[in-house]
């Protein structure tokens, strides 16, 4: 199973693949008119925004972390777990 901002729940943290910048998944919005939005916050920012349910992801925390080490990471140390699983997909 591919990881993707729909499979994240709250709270959770992860770095979008295209991207490589990390972001925190803030809640999902129901009432809209196109479907659930997904509210995020990108690492180092304020503002919220939203992303598609389809975007492919590296889980920083939670069920769906692809390894042991990346699990405890917060989002101020996100370039870290970055640097983690990076280093990790080139081997």
């Not at 916050?41 to 990346?70: D, F, M, N, Y």
Request: net charge positive; proline share 7%.
């Amino acid at each position: 199973m591919i990881p993707r901002v729909r499979n994240m729940q709250p709270g959770e943290l992860f770095v979008l693949k295209r991207t490589h910048e990390a972001y925190a998944l803030l809640r999902r919005e129901h009432g809209t008119p196109g479907g659930t939005r997904y509210v995020v916050r990108k690492h180092g920012e304020q503002r919220e925004s939203s992303l598609h349910h389809s975007c492919h992801v590296w889980p920083i925390t939670g069920a769906h972390a692809p390894h042991p080490l990346i699990a405890h990471f917060t989002l101020w140390s996100a370039t870290e777990a970055v640097s983690l699983i990076m280093d990790e997909l080139a081997q």
